[in-house]
């Protein structure tokens, strides 16, 4: 039993910075690469594709990635553990098999966790009493069942480790918590008891500060920003975490950015709500515990966790189809630019209304202006605004004729319109969001370990 490893944060979405998952195994030592790639509107996105195509619906991020860093896996023994599997985590497995059989690695074993997808259940899980209920409204999922793309439940850590106990050396996932991912491997090394809620919390602290990469090391900082160094090469978070569940937060030496305590700080803050109930399907963490100290230069020590039991409960998010929208934008220069982008919305809206267009909902933002401030942005002059419109509604050719009344607007109304490129804007499925909760006790995970 070890009783400290090192867990590197290499992904905090799909999307994020290429190049870390490299420098995290290249540039120092760790134990343990997470890569988070998952978030609610992500499983619908996969789920499309995989509709498409079967082969289809994972992280194709994740493979490039394996190109560049299972030469290290293998050659320093790092453990990969990802949730970017998303809603097709074998065929991520055989994809990943390919790419080792490319580089010439052989007994590579990689671990599929798998029973987070629940839509194919979902009719059955009605039937046997378990309603899934939308958590803010109360809606019935049913009512949106034929327009459900995706259902899953988050599962936690516990799958991940059981793969670990197998032997795996990476681990691809579906739907696994952001904070899984990290507290997965401290359980497994360190022999935590599921039930020492003290310590299932600070792994999960921990998960929760690895989960979004560089915006614990300085990225996205509301703080002193501009003397952060060499941001172009700013370096991911790792966890230094001990058997006791105290941890270091650091990152590898002479990398960019910064890790202190303002910067992780903001992360803890980060999509949190009741502070005393951060909830998981491993435990409930109380983040009004979290003790932090500077232990060194890039170098954060948390201690002090606390914790509670975990809910009978797994959340399920689940995404449906609820019609369309549209958005189009044109910038204008000064003077006036601000009146003249007004002056283009009122025309715009007064044009609509008489072709008797109407809409779920339409709303206009002026960027450059107030578009992030709103009512509190300072009155200034700019010297340009874009104007930009969007619509929603289920009527799909109300939303195709909005699209056709943006460019008339460059010779038909306010002077000196610029901006506009890509032909008309084109309708777009608007993917809603339905979270709920599920009975833990009908959900069947399953671990699959295999060599190539």
Same mark, same amino acid.
């Given at each position: 039993m070890k009783k400290t490893i090192r867990i590197a944060s290499g992904q905090g979405?799909?999307?994020?910075?290429?190049?870390?998952?490299?420098?995290?195994?290249?540039?120092?030592? /760790?134990?343990?690469?997470?890569?988070?790639?998952?978030?609610?509107? #992500?499983?619908?996105?996969?789920?499309?594709q995989r509709m498409k195509n079967p082969n289809l619906g994972y992280a194709k991020d994740l493979i490039e990635v394996c190109e560049e860093i299972l030469p290290y896996l293998v050659e320093r023994g790092i453990k990969l553990i990802t949730n970017g599997g998303g809603v097709n985590p074998l065929a991520a497995r055989d994809k990943i098999f390919e790419v080792a059989n490319k580089l010439g690695i052989?007994?590579?074993?990689?671990?599929?966790?798998?029973?987070?997808?629940?839509?194919?259940?979902?009719?059955?899980?009605i039937k046997a009493g378990h309603p899934l209920k939308h958590m803010e409204t109360g809606e019935g999922i049913e009512d949106v069942r034929e327009r459900l793309l995706s259902a899953n439940v988050y599962t936690?850590?516990?799958? /991940?480790?059981?793969?670990?106990r197998q032997g795996a050396q990476i681990i691809v996932t579906g739907r696994t918590t952001d904070t899984g991912l990290t507290l997965a491997p401290m359980i497994h090394e360190f022999g935590w008891k599921e039930d020492d809620w003290n310590l299932m919390s600070a792994g999960t602290v921990a998960g929760h500060i690895n989960e979004c990469g560089a915006q614990a090391s300085g990225g996205n900082f509301l703080g002193d920003w501009r003397s952060l160094p060499n941001m172009h090469d700013v370096g991911f978070p790792i966890i230094e975490a001990s058997s006791d569940g105290t941890f270091v937060v650091t990152k590898h030496e002479g990398t960019g950015g910064l890790v202190s305590r303002e910067t992780v700080s903001e992360?803890?803050?980060?999509? /949190?709500?009741?502070?005393?109930?951060?909830? #998981?399907?491993?435990?409930?963490?109380d983040f009004t515990?979290?003790?932090?100290?500077?232990?060194?230069p890039n170098r954060v020590r948390v201690f002090g966790i606390t914790g509670r039991p975990n809910t009978p409960f797994f959340k399920v998010s689940a995404s449906y189809l609820d019609?369309?929208?549209?958005?189009?934008?044109? #910038?204008?220069?000064?003077?006036?630019?601000?009146?003249?982008?007004?002056?283009?919305?009122? /025309?715009?809206?007064?044009?609509?209304?008489?072709?008797?267009? #109407?809409f779920d909902e339409i709303r206009t933002e002026f960027v450059g202006m107030n578009a992030c401030h709103g009512p509190l942005a300072a009155p200034i002059e700019p010297n340009e605004v874009t104007m930009r419109i969007g619509v929603r509604d289920k009527n799909r050719a109300n939303i195709e004729r909005f699209g056709k009344e943006i460019a008339p607007l460059i010779l038909t109304g306010p002077p000196s319109a610029t901006g506009f490129s890509g032909g008309r804007p084109k309708p777009s499925d608007v993917v809603a969001y339905f979270p709920a909760l599920l009975d833990k006790r009908v959900v069947k995970m399953r671990v699959e370990v295999s060599e190539n």
């Open positions: 979405f799909w999307g994020d910075l290429q190049s870390a998952p490299l420098q995290q195994v290249s540039r120092g030592p /760790i134990d343990y690469l997470m890569m988070d790639y998952l978030a609610e509107v #992500t499983m619908s996105i996969m789920q499309k052989k007994g590579l074993k990689v671990g599929v966790v798998l029973g987070d997808d629940i839509l194919p259940d979902i009719d059955e899980l936690g850590a516990w799958p /991940i480790v059981e793969a670990l992360q803890l803050l980060y999509e /949190i709500g009741d502070p005393q109930e951060y909830i #998981t399907p491993d435990c409930v963490a515990s979290i003790q932090l100290e500077d232990f060194g019609g369309f929208v549209s958005f189009g934008a044109l #910038t204008y220069s000064a003077p006036d630019a601000y009146e003249k982008a007004k002056a283009a919305d009122a /025309i715009l809206r007064a044009r609509l209304e008489a072709l008797g267009l #109407t």
